[in-house]
T-cell receptor, first 113, second 112 residues
Framework: ETGVTQTPRHLVMGMTNKKSLKCEQH?????MYWYKQSAKKPLELMFVYSLEERVENNSVPSRFSPECPNSSHLFLHLHTLQPEDSALYLC????????????FGSGTRLTVV | GIQVEQSPPDLILQEGANSTLRCNFS?????LQWFHQNPWGQLINLFY???GTKQNGRLSATTVATERYSLLYISSSQTTDSGVYFC??????????????FGKGTKLSVKP
């Protein structure tokens, strides 16, 4: 375990479903991130939260909705997804830019049918 | 934005061999990390190395920030080293939190 826990590990959902991905970190970090990893593409940053405030949204479709209720928890709410949204969704955390680097969770493998 | 180029894209080694993976980046960065992604998708942080040289067991890394490249050395490779190795760099964003820009990775297969 890296200190960043993601649930569920696997998720299959229909295009009309609503589901949520959860990320929890126990490292005392003050920033959390959602990344998307699709086949044959580099990891793409989706959302950045610093001190519980969203600081970047890389033009992610509105069918993805993040929530950061506190510095230890991050959610990604999903609704009316498309099959092309099937991917590995990775959560990460960091302690600012103090030089400690980023720590990633194990990811949620999402399949949209 | 910053471009991150990794080479080679694929690498096949015989167990016990040594290898060098390269990461070139197009602009100044505050942070550079090497990750290993195992077959189950877990990204493991290998090195935080914006400059200089670090070693951890059979792995070592060197970043020459002025020339915008980093190298990851794997010595006496083992089958458990198989997976994808990513280089990622961080840029400043509005003076607050940065974010990591990833290369496409080097897929390493170590054969017994």
């Amino acid at each position: 375990e890296t200190g960043v826990t993601q649930t569920p590990r696997h998720l299959v959902m229909g295009m009309t479903n609503k589901k949520s991905l959860k990320c929890e970190q126990h490292l005392g970090h003050n920033a959390m991130y959602w990344y998307k990893q699709s086949a044959k593409k580099p990891l793409e940053l989706m959302f950045v939260y610093s001190l519980e405030e969203r600081v970047e949204n890389n033009s992610v479709p509105s069918r993805f909705s993040p929530e950061c209720p506190n510095s230890s928890h991050l959610f990604l709410h999903l609704h009316t997804l498309q099959p092309e949204d099937s991917a590995l969704y990775l959560c990460a955390s960091s302690q600012g830019t103090d030089g400690y680097g980023y720590t990633f969770g194990s990811g949620t493998r999402l399949t949209v049918v | 934005g910053i471009q991150v180029e990794q080479s080679p894209p694929d690498l096949i080694l015989q167990e016990g061999a040594n290898s060098t993976l390269r990461c070139n980046f197009s602009d100044s960065v505050n942070n550079l990390q090497w990750f290993h992604q195992n077959p189950w998708g877990q990204l493991i942080n290998l090195f935080y190395i914006p400059s200089g040289t670090k070693q951890n067991g059979r792995l070592s890394a060197t970043t020459v920030a002025t020339e915008r490249y980093s190298l990851l050395y794997i010595s006496s490779s083992q089958t458990t080293d198989s997976g994808v190795y990513f280089c990622a760099v961080e840029r400043n964003y509005g003076g607050s939190q940065g974010n990591l820009i990833f290369g496409k990775g080097t897929k390493l297969s170590v054969k017994p």
